[in-house]
């Protein structure tokens, strides 16, 4: 080709992009952008939501915890006070005792002190000064120095060291923002705090705004009724001195994650009105702002609150879609572009197919019209597959599905292919390769395809393999299912499931744990007449629970949300655990339960998961083997893999039903009057949960001599076994909060047959007056209660060193929503469970992290 023929080529090629004829590339560019826009659009609202949400929860803790210190500090100086009241006279030893006490570096940072200050009369001001220089104090002397109305001298102040030094005899009431912050104490008799200050202690390093804080110690033997008595009856001031910095970061330490804040004082005509600010110049606006009035003590402040670049940034992720949509509407431009530009070949390769078609013998034409009958009456589409020529063709129906005018003719494989979407292309190529290349005569496949319009169509392939004498494959006819109705239906009833389960939760907790308590005998002897009706209720509600958690775990395995908790764990023991569990079950129906030799081998699993399947396992056997027989549990070991296998002593499972043993709600009697119960979801649950294991499930069964169910694991090799925890020796309290009075006595009734001792609150408010009160071994909350968040105590908790490793599990419908506030904060002493609240599974998860905090 000369130089000018490839010019006319490419300028051909190029008109050929922008004229009428590529119009349908243009069309599938424009509506993958106009798409990518709109999902942009929705996730940039829902991630504005969250942070609004998050930022909101994140301020409410900031603002309520520096108000809690604030009373905390104000406790101590009425402690102070009411040791003047109390002893009359304090010596400087007994208040270096006082203050050493409350160990304040280590429960309060960010206080400087403790002091006192006593007011002295200008005609004993020379006493007062020999008297303190007689205990030793040769240097002391009352500053600033000339003459007032009344001295308020510092006496004591501890700890009296470092920069406290600098505060010994200051005359506080010479200073006029102290000096209104004391009177308004002293006329109120109330605690007063005062407006920014510097303080005398900013001896050295960065000078922060101070505040003080002031509670008025009176003459106990005077009157106080008017403001002039109790300004008559004055003795001194229990005071504190605050460097704002040090204060807030001992208040909230890690408290703002991802918040800066600026803490003012609103009072008029300051000349710097900012006690504290972590906000520096900003580089951009922030995306979320706050601000919170705290009134404290006579003092308005206001929190400023903004939000970070960190912050921010964790919820401006979306714009990945703007990415990866423009790439995906720029490939299939080009995608169809390229069809376009090749048209002109494909129809000349579509003529001599047709042709070659029209030489075919009248036979096979009355065949393919026979099949063309039967497919239009089923709704299917077929197509036929000539591999020696690797062309191919399609009925009307299967061009319909994927919005394509009919084409009669035989085309280019390679077109076919060019419609497999991408990420399935290669899968079901390799199924095709592999059924053609052995020595198959059928195949099966879902794969999907490319509607003209850009969006993907589900289909369900069959073709039946023709092969020549030799055994070679020469050509694949068959069938088109569209699956997109089928799909559809199917989301629709996964979310359906869902939203029923979750919507049950609550109430049925409620049902379950009431009927539990009733028929503990808790409440009283229960008449013999209802006693039976009481115990079928009881039966029947733990059904429906179980029920419910089956069809939760099955959507949330089929959604890929299910999360595994991987560790390393004995064999042995879990098979000890689960024949055990189900050891009652089994006399009930005088079942024996026999165990095999099990090598000692760990393996690496979801232990509650594991436990899950092998409960199926052994329940399935007791229900289907007959009275008085033996389910035998086995444990062969084929390294790298171990083998476990249930055997029951029943009539088998069917032959034609054992390929639809792991199904979705396969049952073998799926009538109304079957004998065993069950919801059929079982062992499909075990298969999911062992395949995400890295394991395998099967088993067998020649009718009439029952069946074997068996899984397998890859083995872990463990140098050493984990040393065992041993069990307190003590009995454990427990706090369980539930806003539900009956789910909290539930809850509180499965811990105390259990051996802890439950204590049990039903509001945010009383959880924190009984942890004021005793100190629990461990907590079960709910997370939305009456006057607050589950949240918030846990972070409150996690906030004071004490309880940063007390186990919590959290008991609620709404863990999910839990977990992703905290996704930030990992937590290895926190458990979740979902409601409703399964009795072994909550024992057994608090178990857990009991364990695991005392093997810290």
């Not at 009248?362 to 036929?384: C, F, P, Y």
């Not at 999360?563 to 006399?587: D, G, P, V, Y």
């Not at 395998?696 to 074997?708: D, I, K, L, Q, Y």
Request: proline share 4%; aromatic share 8%.
């Amino acid at each position: 080709m000369t130089e000018n023929e490839s010019s006319n080529a490419a300028r051909h090629q190029l008109q050929a992009v922008f004229s009428r004829r590529n119009a349908i590339a243009w069309f599938v560019l424009a509506l993958g952008l106009l798409t990518t826009m709109l999902v942009w659009i929705y996730l940039v609202d829902q991630e504005t939501r969250s942070a609004e949400r998050e930022f909101g929860l994140l301020t409410d803790d900031i603002t309520e915890t520096i108000r809690k210190r604030m009373i905390d500090h104000e406790q101590i100086l009425l402690g102070g006070a009411g040791l003047f009241d109390a002893s009359g006279e304090v010596d400087r030893e007994e208040w270096r005792i006082l203050v050493e006490r409350l160990r304040l570096s280590e429960t309060y940072p960010g206080i400087l002190g403790v002091g006192y200050a006593q007011v002295v009369a200008p005609n004993q001001l020379e006493t007062f000064v020999e008297t303190v220089r007689a205990e030793g104090y040769a240097d002391f002397r009352v500053h600033p120095e000339g003459d007032r109305e009344i001295y308020t001298s510092i006496v004591y102040l501890e700890p009296f060291a470092g920069r406290n030094l600098a505060a010994f005899g200051y005359d506080m009431y010479s200073e006029p923002t102290r000096h209104a912050a004391m009177r308004a104490a002293a006329e109120s008799g109330v605690t007063r705090v005062t407006g920014p200050v510097k303080l005398l202690q900013e001896t050295h390093g960065v000078i922060q705004a101070g505040i003080l804080m002031y509670v008025p110690v009176y003459h106990q033997d005077m009157p106080l009724s008017t403001a002039e008595q109790r300004m008559a009856a004055l003795r001194g001031f229990v005071y504190s001195p605050y460097r704002m910095g040090d204060l807030l970061a001992g208040i909230l330490g890690p408290l703002t994650p991802g918040i800066g804040y600026r803490l003012l004082d609103a009072a008029e005509g300051l000349d710097n009105p900012v006690l504290f600010s972590d906000i520096g110049e900003a580089r951009s606006t922030p995306a979320l702002t706050r601000h919170v009035e705290l009134s404290l003590y006579g003092r308005d402040w206001v929190l400023e609150f903004n939000s970070t670049a960190s912050f921010d940034q964790r919820y401006n992720s979306s714009i990945w879609i703007v990415v990866v949509g423009l790439c995906i509407s720029t490939l299939l431009f080009a995608m169809a572009t390229l069809l376009v530009l090749r048209r002109d070949q494909a129809e000349v390769l579509a003529r001599r197919m047709t042709q070659q078609l029209r030489t075919s013998n009248a036979a096979l034409r009355q065949s393919e019209e026979r099949q063309r009958l039967v497919l239009k009456g089923s709704n299917d589409g077929w197509w036929d597959v000539n591999l020696p020529d690797m062309q191919f063709m399609a009925s009307s129906r299967a061009w319909e599905m994927l919005g394509y005018p009919p084409l009669s003719d035989y085309q280019s494989l390679h077109r076919w292919q060019a419609l497999l979407a991408p990420d399935a292309r290669h899968a079901l190529i390799k199924q095709l390769r592999e059924a053609i290349y052995s020595e198959q005569t059928a195949f099966s496949a879902e794969t999907r395809l490319s509607h003209k319009v850009g969006h993907l169509v589900p289909v369900l392939l069959r073709g039946a393999i023709q092969r020549n004498d030799e055994g070679h494959a020469v050509r694949v006819s068959g069938t088109m299912l569209d699956l997109t109705e089928q799909k559809r239906v199917e989301q629709m009833k996964s979310q359906f499931v869902s939203t029923v389960s979750h919507e049950l939760r609550t109430p049925l907790t409620s049902i379950s744990g009431a009927l539990t308590i009733v028929n503990s005998g808790s409440l009283g002897v229960i008449p013999e007449a209802m006693r039976k009706m009481l115990e079928i209720a009881e039966s029947n509600s733990q059904r429906l629970n179980h029920l419910i958690n089956d069809l939760l775990d099955m959507e949330k395995l089929a959604a890929g949300k299910m999360k595994f908790e991987m560790r390393s764990h004995r064999l042995k023991e879990l098979i000890q655990e689960a024949i055990n569990a189900n050891r009652a079950f089994a006399e009930s129906r005088s079942i024996g339960l026999q165990c095999g030799d099990v090598a000692d081998v760990w393996v690496r699993v979801d232990n509650m998961r594991l436990h899950q399947v092998l409960n199926n396992y052994l329940s399935n056997a007791i229900k289907f083997s007959p009275e008085g027989a033996d389910v035998m549990v086995e444990v062969q070991v084929d390294h790298p893999q171990v083998v476990v296998s249930v055997r029951d002593q029943g009539d088998g499972i069917p032959k034609e039903f054992q390929k639809q043993v792991f199904g979705k709600f396969a049952q073998a009697d799926g009538s109304d009057k079957r004998k065993q119960p069950g919801t059929g979801l079982g062992l499909a649950i075990s298969r999911e949960l062992i395949e995400q294991m890295n394991g395998e499930v099967g088993f067998v069964s020649e009718p009439p001599n029952g069946a074997t169910f068996w899984f397998s694991l890859p083995v872990e090799r463990v140098q050493e076994a984990a040393p065992e925890l041993q069990p307190p020796s003590r009995t454990l309290s427990v706090l369980v909060v539930d806003d539900d009075p009956m789910i909290a006595d539930f809850i509180a009734l499965v811990l105390r047959k259990a051996g802890y001792l439950p204590t049990t609150s039903i509001t945010l408010h009383g959880a924190h007056v009984l942890l004021q009160q005793e100190r629990f071994d461990a907590v079960v909350t709910d997370l939305r209660l009456q006057d607050g968040h589950g949240l918030n105590l846990i972070r409150e908790l996690r906030a004071e060193p004490e309880y940063q490793r007390m186990p919590i599990l959290v008991v609620s419908a709404y863990c999910d929503e839990g977990q992703r506030l905290l996704q930030g904060d990992p937590d290895e002493y926190l458990a979740w469970l979902d409601k409703p609240v399964d009795e072994k599974r909550l024992l057994s998860l608090l178990e857990e992290v009991i364990q695991r905090a005392l093997g810290q």
